[in-house]
C-alpha cells in the first residue's frame, strides 16, 4: 500500500484540528466554488461538484456555506476568482510530487511552493514532469479491524471496482473515476464502514521512504497542505507504517 494513502488517512483524521484553524473549510468552500465555476451548479450532472459537497458534509459544513460557495461559482455572490493551477515537482529521495492549487495570486502560490519545497529537500520541476507516473482514481480506504474482507471483496467487486488492494492494515478499493460514486453507493448500501472516500490521484510506482528522508517528506507535505492556497497533495512514496506512525 502506498504512502500515499497513509498519509490521507492521516490527514483524514486531522480533519478537526485544520477546521479548527478554519482552513478545512476554507479549502472545501473553494473546491465547491471551483466545481460549480467548472461544471455548472447541479450536482446530479457535475460529479466533481457532487464529491465535494459529499465532502463538504462529511466534515459538517453548514447547508448555508455549501449554497453560498455555489453561488460564488456561478458568480452571484461576486469575491475572489480563483484559479485552478498545478505545480509539480521532486520531494525527497525523488518523490514525485503533485500540488493542486486554488487561488486568486498565482504568482504568490507559486513562490510559496517553490520556497517550501527547496527549504525541505525537493525542488519544483517543469509541467508534465511527474504528472505522468499518477492516475486519477476513485480511491476508497477500509480499517482491517473494521470490515469483513470476504464481504468488502463480494460488495467492491459486484458494484464495478476496478481492484481491491490489501495493505499492513487498511484495504484500498481502486475505483474507475466514472464508477466511483457507483461503487460508492454500493458500500454504503451494504452498510461498510470507510475511512476515506475521495477522487484522487493513484501513483503507478512508489518510493521507498525511510529516516531523514521520510520525516523530510512528511513535513513537506504538512506544510504544503497548511498553505491557504493548496487544496490537494499527491505523492508517491511509500513509508513503512510504523515509521509513519511515529514520526507523523
Given at each position: 500500500?502506498?504512502?500515499?494513502s497513509k498519509?490521507h488517512?492521516?490527514r483524514?483524521?486531522?480533519?478537526v ?7 478545512l ?44 460557495a ?10 475572489s476568482?480563483?484559479?485552478?493551477v498545478?505545480?509539480?515537482?521532486y ?14 495570486n ?39 479491524d ?16 476496478e ?20 461503487v ?6 451494504a ?49 513503512p ?7 507523523s
Amino acid at each position: 500500500m502506498s504512502g500515499h494513502s497513509k498519509w490521507h488517512s492521516i490527514r483524514h483524521k486531522k480533519g478537526v484540528v485544520d477546521a479548527r484553524r478554519g482552513k478545512l473549510f476554507t479549502k472545501l468552500i473553494k473546491e465547491i466554488t471551483v466545481a460549480t465555476r467548472l461544471g455548472g451548479k447541479d450536482p446530479d450532472s457535475n460529479p466533481r461538484l457532487r464529491t465535494a459537497i459529499a465532502a463538504a458534509r462529511a466534515e459538517n459544513m453548514p447547508k448555508e456555506n455549501i449554497d453560498r460557495a455555489i453561488k460564488k461559482g456561478t458568480d452571484e455572490l461576486g469575491g475572489s476568482t480563483y484559479e485552478e493551477v498545478t505545480y509539480e515537482g521532486y520531494g525527497p529521495g525523488g518523490v514525485a510530487v503533485l500540488v493542486e492549487v486554488f487561488t486568486d495570486n498565482k504568482n504568490r502560490a507559486v513562490a510559496d511552493v517553490r520556497h517550501l519545497f527547496e527549504r525541505h529537500g525537493g525542488s519544483l520541476g517543469e509541467a508534465g514532469c511527474v504528472s505522468w507516473m499518477f492516475a486519477q482514481k476513485g480511491l476508497i480506504v477500509f480499517r482491517m479491524d473494521q470490515v469483513d474482507e470476504e464481504r468488502l471483496f463480494e460488495v467492491a467487486l459486484d458494484a464495478g471496482a476496478e481492484d481491491i488492494k490489501e495493505g499492513e492494515k487498511e484495504f484500498e478499493v481502486i475505483t474507475e473515476l466514472s464508477s466511483f460514486e457507483q461503487v460508492k453507493t454500493g458500500v454504503d448500501n451494504a452498510g461498510l464502514s470507510y475511512t476515506l472516500a475521495e477522487i484522487t490521484m493513484i501513483p503507478k510506482t512508489t518510493v521507498n521512504l525511510d529516516g531523514k528522508n521520510a520525516q523530510q517528506m512528511l513535513t513537506l507535505m504538512e506544510l504544503l497542505e497548511d498553505n491557504d492556497d493548496v487544496n490537494h497533495v499527491y505523492a508517491n512514496f511509500d513509508i513503512p507504517d510504523e515509521v509513519m506512525e511515529a514520526i507523523s
